[in-house]
């Protein structure tokens, strides 16, 4: 059981920050997820005590037991946002509530404490505040964030979850994902591989997840794709998911999105798409649909478009299909105006170049 508490940090700043100058250099050329920035959040949590010793702290190493339980039994949970530069200079995060309430939902499946939506935003605050100078200037580029949870208590016992955790967040300056303009995706139909089944941790951002899914990924490029495409674990059928990210598919004026049904991530990122849709008069609905209605869909011209999205790339136009026993491409293969337009609001959004009618936009600095 989670206990509440409002918890105060202890500010320790690095002696070895990084200067102007290497900042500058990384920042030129950030790539994804490869370098960090200067400090790091750490807060404890207890069995009995609650979440305890919240500390924004130097960037640096762990020193774990070999026998923490997170190294055997992967006891873990992830999350991913982003902050922002704005065209107006200020710096803000986006929607970071709803990734808060991801996360405890993740620890809920997970047998792991819930950490106050206040702390967990808190925290970020703390951290993009004290590193500011890390948000890129670059159109396009950000702050990644990453907040995750641990397992930390030691011992080889299997019969009860660990009763100490540590929650941490770590930041590192992004590239756009795309480089030369938006490039649609070919995508593989895993029909060996799942990535989640009924009742099992699909909704939960959990790393095991991701582990499982290296293989289908491989697969993917071993059969000249960018990624996969996840189906159904009865008779792989229904389409669910690309990677790691949600997809749409486009008929007419209508978005349609796979329902989600406890194997699916919740975007994020989806969410926002659901709720932008009705701003650009287009409809929306969310359910079922199978790789024969993608197909069929596809060759009547009465799909038109299919995209992708999540909080790295934003949104991603799948623009071919593979499968063991077909392959297909959507209308001639490049981003629809229907894509472009659904990424061009929601990025605006982010980045200030449009109005904020859902406050969504949070800002820090």
Not at 252 to 270: A, F, M, Q, Y
């Amino acid at each position: 059981m989670t206990i509440a508490q409002k918890l105060s940090f202890d500010v320790q700043l690095s002696d070895h920050a990084r200067t102007a100058a290497e900042r500058e250099q990384v920042l030129a050329n950030p790539g994804f997820g490869q370098v960090f920035t200067d400090h790091m959040i750490s807060i404890d949590y207890t069995e009995g005590q609650g979440w305890h010793d919240a500390r924004l702290m130097p960037y640096g190493p762990l020193s774990l037991d070999p026998a923490t339980s997170v190294f055997h039994y992967a006891q873990e949970l992830f999350e991913g946002l982003k902050a922002y530069r704005q065209v107006t200079g200020s710096i803000v995060m986006f929607r970071p509530y709803a990734n808060a309430g991801r996360f405890n939902r993740s620890a809920a499946r997970m047998a792991m404490p819930e950490l106050p939506e206040e702390t967990f935003v808190e925290s970020l605050e703390l951290l993009v505040e004290t590193d500011r100078q890390w948000v890129p200037t670059t159109e396009g580029h950000s702050l990644y964030l990453r907040p995750f949870m641990i397992a930390t208590q030691a011992g080889l016992g299997v019969n009860y979850p660990s009763k100490t955790y540590k929650y941490m967040a770590i930041a590192s300056p992004a590239a756009s994902y795309f480089t030369g303009g938006i490039k649609p995706v070919s995508v593989w139909l895993s029909t060996e591989y799942t990535r989640a089944a009924p009742g099992g941790t699909g909704f939960a951002k959990c790393g095991g997840n991701y582990a499982a899914a290296f293989v289908a990924q491989r697969e993917a490029v071993e059969h000249g794709c960018d990624q996969v495409v996840w189906l159904d674990s009865g008779a792989h059928e229904y389409v669910e998911e690309m990677g790691g990210m949600n997809l749409f598919f486009v008929f007419g004026n209508k978005l349609v999105t796979p329902s989600l049904t406890g194997t699916l991530l919740p975007g994020i990122t989806r969410d926002s798409i659901l709720e932008l849709a009705g701003d650009l008069g287009l409809e929306t609905e969310e359910r079922l649909i199978s790789v024969d209605e993608w197909q069929s869909g596809c060759e009547s011209g009465e799909l038109t478009e299919v995209f992708a999205c999540g909080t790295a790339a934003v949104i991603t136009p799948v623009g071919s299909v593979k499968g063991a026993d077909r392959a297909w491409t959507i209308a001639d293969g490049t981003p629809g105006p229907v894509t472009m337009r659904v990424r061009e609001e929601l990025v605006g959004i982010q980045y200030g170049a449009r109005p904020d009618t859902h406050n969504w936009v949070h800002k820090i600095v």
